[in-house]
């Protein structure tokens, strides 16, 4: 079975850093499939921040984050989203989705398959 499980959130303060990891399992042909995160505050649309290929790590940011969010990934199957110089404006219910690999540079969030309905809840406050 197809699973994409988020873990890591919690809280954390202005400046502050963050890891979430993304478990994956139950997929095929893997590598021709990117690992994106999406983030969602309640009442706006899902934003797609950052995207990296299973095939050879090419990774995709959103301007929102560029220079302060990294991802990469394990060979047991985990993607990660190293979050650093954390503002308030980063909280938001964080998700992670998989697509075809092509589809990484563009982020939209409908050409995604996820669980959306699980995510980890990020909050940065003082």
């Known amino acids: 079975q197809e699973s994409l499980v988020e873990s890591g959130g919690g809280l954390v303060q202005p400046g502050g850093s963050l890891r979430l990891s993304c478990s994956v399992s139950?997929?095929?042909?893997?590598?021709?499939?990117?690992i994106a995160w999406f983030r969602q505050v309640l009442g706006k649309e899902r934003e797609g921040i950052s995207c990296?290929?299973?095939?050879?790590?090419?990774t995709y940011y959103a301007d929102s984050v560029k220079g302060r969010f990294t991802t990469s990934r394990d060979n047991d199957k985990t993607v990660y989203l190293h979050m650093n110089r954390l503002k308030p404006e980063d909280t938001a219910v964080y998700y992670c989705?998989?697509?075809?690999?092509?589809?990484?540079?563009?982020?939209?969030?409908?050409?995604?398959?996820?669980?959306w309905g699980q995510g980890t809840q990020v909050t940065v406050s003082s």
């Open positions: 990296i290929s299973m095939n050879d790590g090419s």
């Open positions: 989705a998989t697509a075809r690999t092509e589809f990484c540079e563009a982020l939209v969030a409908d050409d995604f398959f996820g669980s």
């Open positions: 139950g997929f095929a042909l893997l590598e021709y499939l990117g």
